[in-house]
């Protein structure tokens, strides 16, 4: 891997949300990328992933959200924008641009993996679903998606959109399955568990 155009990456990207980011951006901001290198590093240990597909995965967990600065719909398109302007100024193989905006553009919720490296990318990005500081991340993403989509939820509104979105998601990689799945269903039976106090709360 190479760790010099890494390190050049990682202080192009920083230096991106820290001057850019708009303040609304409280849950994707530079800490979501941090967050999602670290899970795809830890991923690529687990199933020990060779060293250019390691590559090839970190560049892409890099980009992935920056178009989050300037635009919620469609912002993969303008991450890989940026990822391919970087990286052809970098002289940077083709085939493994390709690959990175591939993986970027499987980010979208509604595109579905093709192969491993984007089911790896996919489990980093969604990892949050299986962690211990779920509800905490949550929260940021309601106060976020309701300055920049002007949409205000309720307490239980946003159980349920979560309920609905953990249900709809799974894991594709074995650290997924068992590393993340068990805390995932966790957070899922506390969604529940608060949905339904809520509910039998509103019928008194």
């Not at 990286?87 to 192969?115: A, F, G, M, Q, R």
Request: hydrophobic letters at 35%; a neutral charge; aromatic letters at 12%.
């Amino acid at each position: 891997m190479d760790n010099v155009l890494i390190t050049k990456i990682e202080n192009y990207i920083s230096k991106l949300y820290n001057e850019n980011n708009p303040p609304e951006n409280v849950y994707h901001n530079l800490f979501h990328t941090q967050k999602v290198v670290q899970i795809t590093k830890e991923i690529c240990n687990y199933i020990k992933i060779d060293s250019e597909n390691r590559e090839v995965l970190t560049i892409a967990a890099w980009f992935h959200d920056l178009g989050h600065i300037f635009t919620w719909e469609g912002h993969e398109d303008i991450s890989i924008k940026f990822a391919k302007k970087f990286l052809i100024n970098n002289n940077y193989n083709s085939t493994k641009i390709e690959k990175i905006c591939n993986c970027i553009y499987v980010t979208k919720l509604d595109v579905k993996p093709n192969n491993y490296l984007e089911q790896i990318i996919c489990d980093a990005d969604l990892s949050y679903l299986g962690s211990d500081d779920f509800f905490k991340r949550s929260n940021l993403l309601r106060k976020e998606m309701e300055v920049r989509k002007k949409i205000l939820f309720s307490d239980i509104q946003w159980l349920k959109l979560n309920k609905e979105f953990i249900e709809g998601q799974e894991f594709y990689t074995d650290y997924g399955k068992k590393k993340l799945d068990k805390i995932k269903k966790i957070n899922l039976d506390k969604i529940n568990s608060q949905l339904l106090k809520l509910q039998n709360m509103e019928k008194l």
